[in-house]
């Protein structure tokens, strides 16, 4: 549990527009334990789905990426396109956001799972698409023999995603991405493939780096939390810290944003505003305009994730003592809300 | 939704003996199955066959001779003005049910015109397959490259398409034809080729530039899939409706672009023939003797159309999400 797979460190990137540069993600840095399950949360727009892209190499050639990705003491960014294409899918493997669209319509569930083995394994089409069943079948889709031989849009989007898992773990990857995985599904599907993406992460003992904006979903599974805002690492805890004692007022707020099921008929307490533009980030703090506890020097001076008093906790804030000191910090915005 | 669809299908049955190996239904044999349940399609490919069989059989090809006694290039005298002898309708000028010496008639220095029309079918049907494919296959790949890695590729591949539009393919054509107007139809299908891939290629690149930005290719970028495997495992069968109903298409037009070609006399020439060179050299004579006329005209369009419907049947064969049978 305790060898690092995966190191990320400063990630930076940008794509040119007409308007400038858009600096979608500054400078991100996490590490990726062997069968632990990190969760990155933000808003839209917030950079987390673009780092992900970014260690895929599924980004436009224009965008320009800096930083560095090791995957075990290997260099992503520097690898040959060979040593890319063998690495994905084997090694790391991507679960996408929209199952509708992630799988090709021409061919069966069945023979596109297939096709990710043998990209990866000479074998005979009968192996891989035995191999296929075997997954289908691991992710809990039934009579997984004759839904092989299925087209994507005879599934259900449930289904879809059972699937997309399975081939996912098709090549026993380290390191499985899951893109907001439950988005695009109906709430009561949502719990049964988080459940099976644990299920399976543990059969073929890989990681996770799980992304999402919910964070019902990162409390069920994930053992830490990056917290994103504006293209960068904002708060970076064990999950239990980030519910409990959150040290960055916009992980504050966020937790304060989710209905509570006793306030029936209460009013929702959103974080008001919206996130900076990328193109031209004004200086300082990027949460400082919607910051219940700004400061002058939160205008000016950007702040860097520090370790805070709590171990393995560290936060980019200049005033996390007084999120700390706050009883409950989620009220921090209630009183802000009411104004408004 | 149709979950149920497959598991209640008859022979799909949930046998626990079954091995874990299993027998999926590839593309083709999907496409095969439900081509051959397409009415339309078969009547064409039916049509087709009978064309190309009697075609072939009839005068005979590359020197082994056919069960038609003629040949298409010796002369005799005209029996009946040249008039069709072929009776299909017994009960109009009680004959019966006869071929007769000439069926299709005679032109006028006493050829036989069916034989004259067979090798007509025959020429036309080489040149219009050869452009049909030649023409598809570089439009294909140059549509797919261009349209899948962009940038200078697509640059340079569709700046040549775009020069290749401005020249006029009858000037080309008349020139290639002035130059080496005795390599034969064969020749004449490449140079037409060569240059009417161009409307294909654009088409192509239309659905790949869509096709790229789809997820799934992402997902087969991400699964470790080379670019080489995402064209052409991933991309093509997704375009491939289209570039059957242009290969079709271009089957068609190809007939006529020979036609007119050989009308203005760079494209085949005589002793040697092709329906459309038929047509034109006996235009004058329609209000005379219109069977000159009918009989090449019968052929192209029944080629022409069974060509079409047999390139529907394919499009629709090659759609899964079409799960229609057509009636």
New interface residues.
Partial sequence: MDTEILSVSDLTVGFPTEDGLVTAVRGVTYTLKEREVLAIVGESGSGKSVSAMALMGLLPKTARITGSIQYRGEEVLEMSPKRYREIRGQNIAMIFQDPMTSMNPVYTVGDQLAEAYRSHHRVERKVALGKAVEMLDRVGIPQAKDRARSYPHEFSGGMRQRAMIAMAIINSPDIIIADEPTTALDVTVQAQILETLIEVKDSVDAAVILITHDLGVVAGMAHRVLVMYAGRGVERAEVSDIYTRPRMPYTAGLLGSIPALDSAGGRLHPIGGAPPSLIRLPPGCPFSPRCPLVTERCQTEEPELLATDLPHHEVACHNWQQVAAAADPTLLFRTEAVEA | ???A???MEPG?S?DPE?E???E????VQMVRSSFFRHRGAMIGLGALVFVVVIAYTSIGFWGIPGWWGLDFSSTGTLVNEGKPTLDLIPWLDGDGLSIGAHPFGQDNIGRDYFALTMRGTQVSLMVAFVIGILSTFIGTVAGAISGYYG?KSEAVIMRFTDLLLTIPLLIVAAVVGNGFGDSGPFFLAVVISLLIWTSLARLVRGEFLSLRE???V?????????ST?IIF??ML??A?GTIIVSATLTIAAAILIEAALSYLGYGVRAPDTSLGLLISTYQTAFSTRPWLFWYPGIFIVVIALSVNFIGDGLRDA????QTRVRA
Avoid: C, V, W, Y
């Fill in positions: 939704m149709s979950l669809n497959s598991a799909l949930n079954r874990f190996t299993i999926a239904r590839t593309q940038g789809k997820e799934f992402e997902a087969a970028r991400a699964m470790g899939a080379s495997r495992r991933h069968p997704n491939i090659f759609d899964p999400r």
